[in-house]
């Protein structure tokens, strides 16, 4: 423990009461912290003349100060500071790596050995050597959120115990921590949302129905930068119409194409890439998606099983291919991330693969 005279410092979950003509204010930075970890607990009072510490720390203090205390017990942990009859006191969060807040991580990791059978299970630990320069997991289909909800209408016991927050931030901070561990040095987070229709027809994603919200994704950016992991983020174009049951246009694993359905669909993923690239560049996240994941298009196909001739599967194609092109060229120019990377979901040949390599893979 240090301390130093003066007082001062930021404040948060300051409380200050007075009584008669003395008073006392505390206040603590940070309030949440890790097991093991300092805060830095700051304190002044007028009329008084000594103050004396109960709670989490204790003794005689000066009038006013400031002092780094690390801790070392888990859970909520109070300061409180009285100086002549004012008192002041101010409560910190103490979490450990299994948990965050009163939430503790109600999983067991362990694959039970019935499951495993008799072959190695290939796991990350395993597969990345030190001369791998790129070592990344994707987190598709992994949703803390759903995972809450899920075992919220369930009524699991441990739901008492975590806000839908604090279950959220300590999934995603053991993960990547454990990924971290594995030695891992990038993760890729997938995320989608429905879409509003606008009264002129035109199709616009309603952020409130995101998976991931944007608070999600910074909260996720800040766990990753704090352990030196880049991250990469992905569009998965999910069709549904928000606040109904009904769809875009018709799916059933493949999207079956006209031009006129093909380019409403690159007009609205166009618009909705250059939004998000936007706002994960000011977040410093240096990697997205120009193309969606999840979601098949069928250049034979024709939006009534009518099929396509060659002529008609080429046009298409050329026409997705130039907008893609032109889409990793905005975000080239328009941004500072590190890469446009590219996922080519749509059933693209051989011919159209190289070609896309050559359009897509642009980095400043």
């Known amino acids: 423990m240090s301390s ?38 700051s304190w002044s009072s007028t009329s008084a003349s000594s103050c004396s510490a109960s709670g989490y720390w204790s003794g005689t203090k000066s009038t006013s ?8 017990s888990y859970g909520d942990q109070g300061f409180t500071i009285t100086c002549g009859d004012a008192s002041s006191s101010v409560e910190i969060t103490v979490n450990t790596e299994d948990s965050e807040g009163s939430c503790v991580n109600p999983h067991n990791p362990d694959i039970p050995q019935s499951y495993i059978g008799e072959y190695e299970v290939p796991m990350a630990q395993n597969s990345f050597g030190d001369d791998h320069l790129y070592k990344g997991i994707g987190l598709k289909d992994y949703s803390a959120g759903q995972v809450y909800g899920a075992h919220q209408r369930a009524g699991t016991s441990w739901i008492a115990d975590c806000t839908e927050i604090e279950y959220k931030k300590l999934m995603y901070r053991m993960t990547l921590r454990r990924l971290k561990d594995h030695g ?16 002129d027809g035109a199709w616009e994603v309603n952020h409130d129905t995101k998976d991931l919200s944007d608070a999600d994704i910074d909260m996720i950016t800040a766990i990753a930068n704090d ?6 983020y992905a ?25 006129p359905l093909l380019i409403k669909i690159m007009d609205a993923h166009e618009e909705h890439i250059l939004w ?23 250049w034979h196909c024709g939006v009534n099983d009518e099929g396509h001739t060659q002529v008609q599967i080429d046009e298409l194609k050329d026409y997705y291919m130039e907008r893609m092109g032109a ?26 693969l190289t070609r896309w390599m050559v359009l897509g893979f642009l980095s400043i």
């Open 65 to 72: 100060g400031s002092e780094t205390i690390a801790i070392t």
């Open 235 to 259: 569009w998965q174009f999910n069709m549904r119409i928000a606040n109904t049951d009904q769809l875009l246009f018709p799916f059933d694993g493949n999207v079956r194409l006209d031009m």
């Open 276 to 298: 998000e690239a936007d706002r994960l560049e000011r977040i410093s996240v240096d990697v997205i998606s120009a193309d969606w994941s999840a979601m098949w298009l069928c």
């Open 227 to 232: 352990l030196g992991l880049d991250l990469h």
């Open 4 to 41: 130093c005279g003066g007082g001062g410092g930021s404040a948060s979950n300051d409380l200050t009461s007075e009584t008669n003509s003395a008073t006392a204010s505390i206040s603590a930075n940070p309030t949440t912290v890790f097991l093991g970890e300092s805060t830095i607990v």
């Open 184 to 199: 891992v040095n990038t993760a890729s987070i997938y995320n989608y949302g429905y879409w509003d229709v606008t009264n």
């Open 327 to 352: 889409l990793s060229t905005k975000l080239e120019k328009d941004s500072q991330a590190k890469y446009i990377w590219v996922k080519v979901w749509s059933g693209m040949t051989n011919v159209y």
